[in-house]
């Protein structure tokens, strides 16, 4: 059986008659980390939430393993696709350990939960805090949670919203080799990134978003060429080789 | 939460639960003993040994006998099922307004159903003969939910604060109009109105407890059900969603079984105040939802023997 697939086709999203998105086109295919990049307000989240199924779309459709979105039905995506949103809220005193175990909910009736959650806690560095109450944790330590929580559900296909926002430099840098090996291992990584160094040096192929419209998609040398770039964030930049990995270097320079 | 402490108590459920059915009992039998007849824990048990055909060898006093069994039991039971019914409502709620100060009043339920109890009351209609009232409050009761829910809807959804907004709109107009009846109302009836509008165990026979029992275990069990939904929804609506809970359906479900667990309560025992699904809920956090749900129930009767107001509630 071929590994995932994550389809876009001419898709649009509108809110009373505005266009968030339009004519979105975009082919995901196993083995695949895509970066999603662009300007505040660009549409990415927008474009992220269609791809998870999330919202109704006004013109196009959304593919997933070649079937569309809306012929599955919620516990179906649940195995497929997995989640991760810019931030979450939670008002409750759940451990960090019981938040990780929600993720397990699509394969309820599995005997290996626990096994599987002290894995991936381990993986984003979360095992330290584990029997913490979630709301006590810093924001850095709760998104290291979420993204585990994210983990625990197995799936091929991963949507991440920012993943790494309010990580330091070590946690960056491990999420990013965990979304590098989920592709690895044949997976799909759909991810929005503000870290433009990031999204060069892990991702496949980046797709540069502004204004609802996807203006680029290629590879980090191709979409992150400086011309394009300050066009589209209109900020000076340089982009150069970085130093010790095969990709671009992008240095802002001041506005 | 305690203050200062940012690490769970780790205490089982397996330890928690049958701790909590221990205390329940004790409380019970204890209310059970006080009041103008004093009647001592150990022929309270006799009593009910006796009754169920179970020889203890306890003596007893006849008069205890009849107190005990024909007007103290049904009221503690009643308000332990209430109680019970009341929590669960309360801790559905909770999670589903992801908030943990979430009761039953949120919907309007409660009012709706002392108003139906008291628009039935001041018609005089007794259509069902002693059924009536009750079963007229549980239909107010489904009725405002479905109002408040109709009110909330909007493209095939409902935001959680429509839901409050709508809700607190709906009881306050029902209350209004409950009022407006009592003070059109001749003098006769005022009394069972006020009742209605106080609430009370003290009317409680076992015919109440049978009947508001099927309504009780069913509503708790089918709550129970949702015990997971409920708990991935504490993250979120999106999360949820993300992890296959269809949030549309649960929410419509749970709206229900508030109305039926509310309705039933109100029925049952007036408006025993929103508060108690407040409190008795929130005392413990609705984490373990697999876990069965116990209520230390508000005990109280209007008159002529009052008692102490007593909560408590675990899941």
């Known amino acids: ?255 | 939460m305690l203050r200062g402490a940012d690490q769970a108590p780790r205490v089982s459920p397996l330890v928690v639960i049958p701790g909590l059915a221990l205390v329940m009992t004790i409380a019970l039998v204890l209310s059970a003993g006080m009041g103008a007849v004093s009647v001592t824990p150990s022929e309270t048990i006799g009593i009910v040994a006796h009754h169920l055909g179970i020889h203890l060898g306890i003596g007893y006093d006849v008069r205890a006998d009849a107190v005990i069994w024909s007007i103290r039991l049904p009221r503690v039971v009643l308000a332990a099922l209430v109680g019970g019914a009341l929590a669960t409502a309360g801790a559905a709620l909770q999670g589903m307004f992801r908030n943990p100060l979430a009761d039953p009043g949120f919907i309007g339920v409660s009012s709706g159903a002392s108003l139906a109890a008291v628009g039935a009351i001041s018609l005089g209609i007794r259509w069902l003969g002693s059924a009536t009232i009750p079963v007229a409050a549980s239909l107010g009761a489904c009725l405002t939910v479905a109002l408040t829910y109709g009110l909330a809807r909007h493209g095939g959804r409902t935001e959680v604060i429509t839901l409050v907004l709508a809700g607190v709109a709906v009881s306050t107009m029902t209350g209004a109009a409950t009022s407006f009846i009592a003070y059109v109302q001749s003098d006769g009836q005022p009394r069972s109105m006020v009742f209605w509008t106080l609430g009370g165990l003290g009317g409680a026979t076992w015919e109440t407890v049978r009947m508001t029992l099927p309504f009780v275990m069913l509503g708790v069990l089918l709550t129970m059900r949702h015990g997971v939904a409920l708990n991935v929804l504490a993250i979120g609506e999106r999360e949820a969603s993300h992890l296959g809970v269809d949030v549309e359906r649960v929410r419509m479900e749970l709206l229900v079984l508030t109305a039926l667990l509310t309705g039933a309560s109100v029925a049952a025992a007036g408006v025993v105040a929103s508060s108690p699904g407040r409190t008795t809920a929130r005392s413990c956090p609705p984490r373990r939802w697999a876990a069965r749900p116990w209520c230390w129930p508000p005990t109280s009767s209007p008159a002529p023997s009052p008692r102490r107001l007593r909560f408590r509630s675990g899941f």
């Open chain 1, 1 to 255: 059986m071929t590994g995932p697939s994550l389809t876009a086709k001419s898709v649009g999203v509108a809110i009373q008659g505005r266009w968030l998105l339009r004519g979105i086109d975009l082919d995901v295919s196993s083995g695949e980390v895509v970066a999603l990049v662009g300007p505040n307000g660009a549409g990415k989240s927008t474009l992220l939430r269609a791809l998870a199924g999330e919202i109704p779309l006004a013109e196009g459709e959304v593919r997933l393993d070649g079937r569309p979105l809306r012929d599955y039905r919620p516990q179906e995506l649940a195995l497929r696709r997995a989640v991760l949103p810019q931030q979450t809220l939670v008002e409750f005193a759940f451990t960090a350990r019981e938040i990780v175990e929600m993720g397990r909910t699509p394969h309820r009736r599995s005997g290996n939960d626990d096994a599987v959650v002290t894995r991936v806690m381990a993986k984003t560095d979360a095992l330290r805090f584990e029997h913490r109450i979630f709301p006590s944790l810093s924001g850095g330590e709760q998104a290291r949670v979420s993204i585990a929580r994210v983990l625990a559900q197995e799936t091929p296909i991963l949507l991440l919203d920012e993943p790494t926002a309010s990580l330091d430099l070590r946690h960056q840098e491990m999420v990013m080799q965990i979304a590098r090996q989920t592709a690895d291992a044949g997976g799909i990584v759909v991810m929005i990134a503000h870290d433009l160094n990031l999204a060069a040096a892990y991702a496949d192929r980046v797709a540069l978003i502004a204004n609802g419209s996807l203006v680029s998609v290629g590879t980090p040398w191709q979409t992150l060429a400086a011309p394009l770039l300050e066009t589209i964030f209109e900020c000076p930049v340089s982009v150069t080789k970085h130093p010790l990995r095969d990709c671009p270097l992008i240095l802002p320079m001041p506005v």
